[in-house]
Antibody
């Protein structure tokens, strides 16, 4: 099982960025995919989750990103995406993706991708 | 939102010590809790899932217990590689929430 995030970088406030999570080694379509983030020197925060199509493809968002971030998945490519719009300085963080279903909850994480929002 | 109160925030300890970290949930989360270890510059690593099940490959000196609102992570005999920050995470109800972390540091 492997997950790998990409797409991070330096961006000005108000701009957009799309993060990608490439996965392999498991049946991607069977799992909920989740994005977490960790601000520099701070703790961990749940950002967004998207369930499998069998579970309705339900999307959930943290209040701090709702209306600005959009999670998606491409089961044919084993990929998840996090479209981040109207970025704020407080969105600066390392972003991680992981699968989150039952006994497999958070068992494998990517290495993270760093998003820096600054003018 | 469910608040996860983790204690202590800092835990000075020595190799060989028995270490216990506690997380209390502000409401019943059954056993929908995991424990994670994180070292600087690294992604979190799952140690315990479903409150008390040991992740494959994790040493048996790690154990988890509890259900409902009180949970503990115990390291029976602290090893040098265990100095790290530990987090609990509840996934019973959105928004999923973490404890603030416990940094186990060398005494």
């Amino acid at each position: 099982v492997q997950l790998a995030e990409s797409g991070g970088g330096l961006v000005e406030p108000g701009r957009s960025l799309r993060l990608s999570c490439a996965t392999s080694g498991f049946t991607f379509g069977d799992y909920t995919l989740t994005w977490f983030r960790q601000t520099p020197g701070k703790g961990l925060e749940w950002v967004s989750s998207i369930s499998s199509k069998d579970k309705g493809g339900t999307k959930e968002y943290a209040a701090s990103v709702k209306g600005r971030f959009t999670i998606s998945r491409d089961d044919s490519e084993n990929m998840s995406y996090l479209q981040m719009n109207f970025l704020k300085t407080e969105d600066t963080a390392m972003y991680y993706c992981t699968r989150t279903d039952g006994d497999y909850f958070g068992d494998y994480w990517g290495q993270g991708t760093l998003v820096t929002v600054s003018s | 939102d469910i608040q996860m109160t983790q204690s202590p925030l800092f835990l000075p300890a020595s190799v060989g010590d028995r270490v216990t970290i506690t997380c209390r949930a502000s409401q019943d989360i059954r056993n929908d809790l995991g424990w994670f270890q994180q070292k600087p510059g690294k992604a979190p690593k799952r140690l315990i899932y479903a409150a008390s099940s040991l992740q494959s490959g994790v040493p048996s000196r790690f154990s988890g217990s509890g259900s409902g609102t009180k949970f503990t992570l115990t390291i029976s005999t602290l090893q040098p590689e265990d100095f790290a920050t530990y987090y609990c995470l509840q996934h019973n109800t959105y928004p999923w929430t973490f404890g603030h972390g416990t940094k186990v540091e060398i005494k």
